[in-house]
């Protein structure tokens, strides 16, 4: 078992170490080139990862507390989606402001409209007067 642990933890060190350094931009890579840097972690086996954890990138925090995600968010120089967008997003508002309001109240009186209609309709054929029927006149 102990054999077992001595041959894995040096094999999960060298691949976490091989997986940052992959994942790590290569501007973030300190003293050597990226490739020179996956290299060692390989050939040097022990050393390689160790020393690429302790000295192969920067390590600063955020500034202001931010997750790693957010400042590479804040680094984008591209928007990904429409939806990311806060431009797009205030342009949608100010679209369905205008003209949103007006197509919607209109909608809205033929919906009603409609529905007066076949409440109508529904009421005459319970009546049993049709459409144009009229109602008996009374007798005197």
């Known amino acids: 078992m102990l054999r077992a642990l001595i041959f894995l933890l040096p094999l999960a060190l060298t691949i976490f170490a091989f ?15 990226k490739v020179a840097w996956v290299f060692i972690i390989l050939l ?3 050393v390689g990862p160790v020393v ?3 000295a192969g990138k920067v390590r600063n925090a955020p500034d202001g507390g ?3 995600s957010e ?3 804040g680094r ?17 508002k100010d679209e369905s402001e205008k ?10 009186k033929d919906w009603e409209a409609d529905l007066r209609r076949r409440e109508d309709e529904i009421k005459r054929r319970e009546s049993g007067t049709g459409p144009d029927d009229q109602a008996p006149p009374a007798a005197s």
Request: with cysteine.
């Open 19 to 33: 997986i940052d350094c992959l994942n790590t931009p290569e501007d973030e890579a300190k003293h050597l080139p």
């Open 44 to 46: 040097f086996w022990i």
């Open 52 to 54: 690429w954890l302790a």
């Open 66 to 68: 931010r997750t790693p």
């Open 71 to 73: 400042w590479h968010r």
């Open 76 to 92: 984008r120089t591209t928007w990904v989606a429409p939806d990311d967008n806060p431009d797009f997003l205030k342009s949608l």
């Open 99 to 108: 003209d949103g309001t007006k197509k919607d109240e209109s909608l809205l």
